[in-house]
């Protein structure tokens, strides 16, 4: 005999889930009206029992978040011609030569950006089109190339980083030092979390720490 009471009790679970995930983390900020939202949340509860909102919640507000600030930041950048990875590819570069060595090469350049060489290559040929690097061989080295910052890369340098910086402390002004501490210390645990379960990432990864499995 069919309970004709099951999908009602059905509905009213989901209901009493998704309202208290809804009070623990509130509504979404950005997207469809709550409406809509409510209803695609028990959608996946219905098809799904073992989702985990919460999960969901912080993995879609990572991924708004970034959209977010690449947008507002860039902004600032391309009067300029440069993007975040650009600005850093010259500030890299101005690093190096205030302390007194020659350049960097696209490898060591992928590292400390943490994206691959590709990535590094396309940014570069952009930069040297802008004449904001040079791009020669090593003369210790003649297999590969050092990058260099030129005057005008100096330039750009100097009028894009201060607004830069100046807008990154405005966006994160109403997050204090120990909520930015907690913060960095989720997201990097979060990061280590990724990489365990595909440790296949941490092998292709240019950044040091997740090549080598350090904290």
Request: charged share 25%.
């Amino acid at each position: 005999m069919v309970n004709e009471n099951s999908g009602d009790d059905k509905d009213s679970d989901l209901e009493e889930c998704l309202t208290r995930h809804m009070e623990e983390f509130g509504h979404l900020a950005l997207g469809d009206s709550k409406m809509l939202k409510s209803l695609m949340l028990k959608s996946l509860m219905s098809h799904y029992p073992e989702v985990d909102l919460g999960a969901l919640r912080i993995t879609r507000e990572l991924s708004i978040t970034h959209a977010l600030l690449m947008v507002s930041v860039e902004e600032l950048l391309r009067p300029a011609g440069l993007s975040w990875s650009k600005l850093f590819i010259l500030l890299w570069l101005r690093a190096i030569q205030d302390a007194g060595e020659q350049g960097l090469n696209p490898s060591e350049l992928s590292g400390h950006l943490a994206v691959t060489r590709n990535t590094v290559s396309t940014l570069l040929g952009g930069l040297e089109q802008q004449r904001y690097v040079t791009r020669e061989l090593d003369p210790e080295d003649k297999r590969r190339f050092v990058i260099r910052l030129t005057p005008a890369g100096r330039d750009a340098v100097e009028r894009c980083a201060a607004p830069f910086f100046g807008h990154l402390h405005s966006l994160l002004s109403s997050i204090d030092h120990e909520q930015r501490v907690l913060l960095v210390g989720l997201l990097t645990q979060l990061q280590q979390a990724i990489i365990q379960d595909r440790p296949e990432l941490a092998a292709r990864s240019t950044y040091p720490a997740f090549r080598h499995g350090e904290e």
